[in-house]
């Protein structure tokens, strides 16, 4: 890594830190294109290394909001779709693992924007695992089905549960 | 999870390791800033910035390929 891409991973690593404590989302969406695009070869398993003492310091803040049967449920879902991811990344070409990656990101992003509110039940939230652990494996990105699920249950909610998911 | 699971397939190597431990001081001043403004802001703004902001360089990931 040349410093001036060091400093602009850097810089995005920051930015997504604050937006992700801030929101319970972002870190990944805001860090996976730029990885992406100045080095492939840090996607998806360094950005996941970072999320961890992220999302540890989160979990500890937020530990009173957190919603343990819908957290339960998710991770359920979520062993299931990580093996899923897993065959992707082992199976996929890197150029194709890249346009993966810019498909996922902008498919999340538009989802999470146009989502009609709604309660998520237990089927939600196990599809809701399935499809982070297929992603987040495979891309890095997770958090957008998690975020569909609960942005209408407050953002303590989503924080907590998001980092909560992520920590273990 | 899912980082252990990449382990235990061999997909994770040291310099995985040590750019993400160069990363984690921009992590952690990033980290320390939230806790200052996560009380005050709803969510919603910074939450459109960030969608916003995913679906630009998702396009500019999808061109460049």
């Known amino acids: 890594l040349s410093l001036t891409v060091f400093a602009l991973i850097a810089t995005a690593v920051m930015v997504a830190g604050f937006v992700q404590g801030t929101t319970g989302v972002g870190f990944a969406l805001i860090v996976a294109p730029i990885l992406a695009l100045l080095a492939p070869d840090l996607v998806p398993v360094s950005l996941l290394m970072l999320m961890i003492p992220l999302n540890v310091y989160v979990a500890w803040r937020e530990w009173k909001a957190l919603d343990h049967s819908g957290a339960t449920w998710i991770t359920v879902g979520r062993f299931l779709g990580t093996l899923g991811g897993l065959w992707l990344l082992t199976t996929l070409a890197p150029s194709l693992l890249n346009i993966l990656i810019g498909a996922v990101t902008i498919l999340a992003a538009v989802a999470t924007l146009v989502a009609p509110s709604f309660t998520p039940n237990r089927q939600v939230f196990v599809a809701a695992g399935v499809i982070t652990g297929v992603t987040e494996t495979a891309t890095g990105i997770g958090g957008p089905p998690l975020a569909l699920v609960y942005q209408h249950q407050g953002a303590a909610k989503l924080r907590s549960l998001s980092a909560f998911w992520w920590a273990n | ?65």
């Open chain 2, 1 to 65: 999870m899912s980082p252990a699971v990449l382990a235990a397939a061999g997909r994770v190597s040291a310099s995985h390791f040590g750019a993400a431990l160069m990363l984690v001081p921009a992590l952690v001043a990033g980290a320390v800033v939230s806790r200052l403004t996560h009380d005050r802001v709803g969510g919603r703004p910074l939450r459109v910035f960030v969608l916003l902001f995913a679906i630009v360089s998702g396009a500019v990931l999808l061109v460049r390929n």
